[in-house]
């Protein structure tokens, strides 16, 4: 049989889980380029011979998405796999229609292809949009978890924008940890929620060497927690599913890939933010999840907000940052700090955008939906430089910081900030106790 010549596109995460699950030491395939989009600055590297395996000792080049027309034509491709996460399935079929114009297949692996077993009982936290309150819902399953006397490892969907090779297996157990690894923005608004906490968390590049590390982790694990990103699919195969929803977004739980692939596997459905959607969002979402997961029992939720310094933003003229990629390519117009900024009579949101530096300008034209908030952008040492002078620039009374992380401890603001603080409060359905003392009394011997 001839070997198949693979382009593989990603965003640095799912690709590269896809690649190590089923074609790192599969001869029948011959991955010839990664294709990257959505991370900055990810193009134009390799997937480094040291996590490629004996079959590719030169490593596999990065390209931008842009060159797959070309790349397909000049490397003689066969066959384009997808594999990044939130993207609108007109947007999904528009590269489909990319990849079979130049003359290639396309394809979509599953969950039978790429998710690893665990000998550890697996729950799994995903999501059917980025932003929806899945890291709140991840923090609360593991303290309930903790509650019940079970030592918790957590793993997190991949970030790994660094050194590839160094990145393979990360844990983090103390903030000091989010400096060792060289943590970006979005890493740490993922990490730091964790270790705060006490909780141990594990990333990285290569899923298999990670989930053999926590299963084995020094301090004891009884129970794995997957906390997913954007709104992909786990992993690893779980005993109990978990999918987040938003009903500020009403329909898009039908509408995003792979978010529906999660919504279609799950055993608990969560619609979040019911504070602060409509009655009609959250009936839309409530019957799509009936439609599609009929078995899966449905949960409503408050993302309750809380504010360290309510006085600075009362009656005040405020800068609002946000969550990155929950403005970015989660499309989102609202977060916790623009709640906040409502709820407690702010004056004004200033407008950030005749103040933006660098990188920050070419974010705002990529997504002008963005508007009034500041999405909180480092992937890098230079956009983290943008993110601080663009925010002491704007001419504002405060800056209200709505990301999971206390923006002032990695860059230095020259105006008083307050944080938002969110979490997960249900308010309809089964408790999330009620069904994680259900999954432990299923998995009572394992985790003796």
Same mark, same amino acid.
């Given at each position: 049989?001839?070997?198949?010549?693979?382009?593989?596109?990603?965003?640095?995460?799912?690709?590269? *889980?896809?690649?190590?699950?089923?074609?790192?030491?599969?001869?029948?395939?011959?991955?010839?380029?990664?294709?990257?989009?959505?991370?900055?600055?990810?193009?134009?590297?390799?997937?480094?011979?040291?996590?490629?395996?004996?079959?590719?000792?030169?490593?596999?080049?990065?390209?931008?998405?842009?060159?797959?027309?070309?790349?397909?034509?000049?490397?003689?491709?066969?066959? %384009?796999?997808?594999?990044?996460?939130?993207?609108?399935?007109?947007?999904?079929?528009?590269?489909?229609?990319?990849?079979?114009?130049?003359?290639?297949?396309?394809?979509?692996?599953?969950?039978?292809?790429?998710?690893?077993?665990?000998?550890?009982?697996?729950?799994?936290?995903?999501?059917?949009?980025?932003?929806?309150?899945?890291?709140?819902?991840?923090?609360?399953?593991?303290?309930?978890?903790?509650? *019940?006397?079970?030592?918790?490892?957590?793993?997190?969907?991949?970030?790994?924008?660094?050194?590839?090779?160094?990145?393979?297996?990360?844990?983090?157990?103390?903030?000091?940890?989010?400096?060792? *690894?060289? %943590?970006?923005?979005?890493?740490?608004?993922?990490?730091?929620? *964790?270790?705060?906490?006490?909780?141990?968390?594990?990333?990285?590049?290569?899923?298999?060497?990670?989930?053999?590390?926590?299963?084995?982790?020094?301090?004891?694990?009884?129970?794995?927690?997957?906390?997913?990103?954007?709104?992909?699919?786990?992993?690893?195969?779980?005993?109990?599913?978990?999918?987040?929803?938003?009903?500020?977004?009403?329909?898009?739980?039908?509408?995003?890939?792979?978010?529906?692939? %999660?919504?279609?596997?799950?055993?608990?459905?969560?619609?979040?933010?019911?504070?602060?959607?409509?009655?009609?969002?959250?009936?839309?979402?409530?019957?799509?999840?009936?439609?599609?997961?009929?078995?899966?029992?449905?949960?409503?939720?408050?993302?309750?907000?809380?504010?360290?310094?309510?006085?600075?933003?009362?009656?005040?003229?405020?800068?609002?940052?946000?969550?990155?990629?929950?403005?970015?390519?989660?499309?989102?117009? /609202?977060?916790?700090?623009?709640?906040?900024?409502?709820?407690?009579?702010?004056?004004?949101?200033?407008?950030?955008?005749?103040?933006?530096?660098?990188?920050?300008?070419?974010?705002?034209?990529?997504?002008?939906?963005?508007?009034?908030?500041?999405?909180?952008?480092?992937?890098?040492?230079?956009?983290?430089?943008?993110?601080?002078?663009?925010?002491?620039?704007?001419? %504002?009374?405060?800056?209200?910081?709505?990301?999971?992380?206390?923006?002032?401890?990695?860059?230095? /603001?020259?105006?008083?900030?307050?944080?938002?603080?969110?979490?997960?409060?249900?308010?309809?359905?089964?408790?999330?106790?009620?069904?994680?003392?259900?999954?432990?009394?299923?998995?009572?011997?394992?985790?003796?």
């Amino acid at each position: 049989m001839d070997t198949k010549n693979i382009i593989i596109i990603g965003a640095a995460g799912r690709d590269f *889980h896809n690649f190590n699950t089923y074609y790192r030491d599969n001869h029948a395939y011959n991955v010839v380029a990664f294709t990257a989009a959505q991370i900055p600055d990810i193009d134009g590297r390799k997937y480094p011979s040291e996590l490629a395996g004996d079959l590719y000792p030169a490593g596999i080049p990065i390209y931008s998405q842009e060159l797959l027309p070309e790349l397909i034509k000049e490397l003689e491709v066969d066959e %384009c796999v997808f594999a990044f996460s939130d993207i609108g399935y007109e947007d999904v079929m528009g590269i489909s229609a990319i990849v079979n114009a130049a003359g290639a297949d396309f394809k979509l692996l599953g969950p039978n292809h790429t998710m690893l077993k665990s000998n550890k009982p697996v729950i799994s936290v995903t999501a059917v949009r980025t932003g929806t309150g899945k890291s709140q819902t991840s923090r609360k399953v593991i303290e309930t978890l903790l509650e *019940h006397g079970l030592k918790v490892v957590a793993i997190r969907h991949p970030m790994p924008y660094g050194d590839l090779t160094a990145q393979r297996v990360q844990r983090f157990a103390t903030i000091e940890d989010l400096a060792k *690894h060289q %943590c970006t923005i979005e890493e740490m608004e993922e990490y730091e929620p *964790h270790v705060a906490r006490g909780n141990i968390i594990y990333a990285g590049v290569d899923y298999e060497a990670i989930l053999e590390a926590a299963e084995n982790d020094p301090d004891g694990c009884d129970v794995i927690v997957w906390d997913g990103g954007n709104n992909d699919f786990s992993f690893y195969e779980p005993d109990l599913a978990i999918t987040v929803l938003d009903p500020h977004r009403p329909g898009h739980e039908l509408k995003y890939y792979p978010g529906e692939v %999660c919504l279609r596997t799950t055993d608990v459905a969560i619609i979040n933010k019911v504070d602060s959607a409509t009655a009609e969002a959250i009936q839309i979402v409530e019957n799509n999840i009936k439609a599609v997961s009929p078995m899966s029992k449905i949960i409503k939720a408050e993302s309750t907000i809380t504010v360290d310094k309510p006085e600075l933003i009362k009656g005040k003229r405020v800068l609002v940052v946000e969550d990155g990629p929950t403005l970015t390519h989660g499309e989102m117009k /609202i977060g916790a700090g623009t709640v906040a900024a409502k709820r407690l009579g702010a004056t004004e949101v200033v407008d950030p955008s005749p103040y933006l530096v660098g990188s920050l300008q070419d974010t705002f034209e990529t997504y002008p939906h963005i508007e009034n908030l500041l999405p909180a952008m480092g992937y890098g040492e230079k956009q983290l430089k943008d993110l601080e002078a663009t925010i002491n620039q704007v001419d %504002c009374d405060a800056v209200i910081i709505g990301t999971p992380i206390d923006l002032s401890r990695v860059i230095s /603001i020259n105006k008083p900030t307050t944080r938002i603080n969110y979490d997960l409060d249900e308010v309809d359905g089964p408790s999330l106790d009620t069904v994680l003392t259900e999954f432990i009394k299923k998995y009572q011997v394992e985790l003796v």
